[in-house]
């Protein structure tokens, strides 16, 4: 069975604050793709990143990291430095090779000034 | 500015009316989905079509259908409204080979009364 768990499903930060987003998966597949995206209150869902299952090596793009570890299932998303823009509902996602994307619940994440 | 639109932003319908949510990309994609959204329940697949005329159920798919005459317009289809559809309802489109790069509409907030 596919599984995507975000088990916080909202967390208030002061701005300029690090926060981290949870994101356990479970798949039987040894080949697989994880994403994260980030829906701001326009409502569309914004791609932020995708790493496949053989690229353990964590990224970093401005203040956003992400931290992939297969050992734990795990695919942790970091904003360092929160400011308000960053407010937004993220859905880490899970897509095996049968092309569907599989997401978790979302987290919503409040940066207040 | 590639995009995918969807063709209302908000809708109300009573319950028991026959609802066209409709879609359309204009990046030439194989494929195309419809989500639902929910709070707490994250998105969840309701259909979708890799090529012209093509559909196939996802998870959720009681109570809906789709068409897709066209590559570039994919219609979710409410037979006979009922409230426990009331929800954001999300369209996105990908190439076949994307691994889950997906283009999101801005979603149709849908709400059934």
């Known amino acids: 069975a596919q599984k995507v768990t975000q088990a916080q499903t909202e967390i208030s930060v002061v701005e300029k604050e690090d926060v981290t987003l949870d994101c356990v998966y479970e798949?039987?597949?040894?080949?697989?793709?994880l994403f994260w995206y980030k829906q701001p209150p326009s409502g569309e869902l914004v791609f932020l990143i995708r790493r496949n299952s053989f690229d353990e090596q964590n990224e970093i793009s401005g203040r956003y990291s992400w931290n992939f570890q297969k050992s734990t299932s795990s695919f942790n998303f970091t904003i360092t430095a929160s400011q308000v823009v960053d407010s937004a509902v993220y859905f880490c996602a899970l897509n095996n090779q049968g092309g569907k994307l599989i997401f978790g619940q979302g987290t919503e994440l409040s940066v207040k000034p | 500015d590639v995009k995918v639109t969807q063709s209302s932003r908000y809708l109300v319908k009573r319950t028991g009316e026959k609802v066209f949510l409709e879609c359309v990309q204009d990046?030439?994609?194989?494929?195309m989905f419809w989500y639902r959204q929910d709070p707490g329940l994250g998105l969840r697949l309701i259909y979708f079509?890799?090529?012209?005329?093509?559909?196939e159920k996802g998870d959720i798919p009681e109570g809906y259908s789709v068409s897709r005459e066209k590559k570039e317009r994919f219609s979710l289809i409410l037979e006979s409204a009922s409230t426990n559809q009331t929800s954001m309802y999300l369209c996105a489109s990908s190439l076949v080979y994307s691994r889950g790069g997906y283009t999101f509409g801005s979603g149709t907030r849908l709400t059934v009364v």
């Open positions: 990046m030439d994609h194989e494929n």
């Open positions: 798949t039987r597949d040894t080949t697989y793709y």
């Open positions: 079509s890799y090529d012209v005329k093509m559909k």
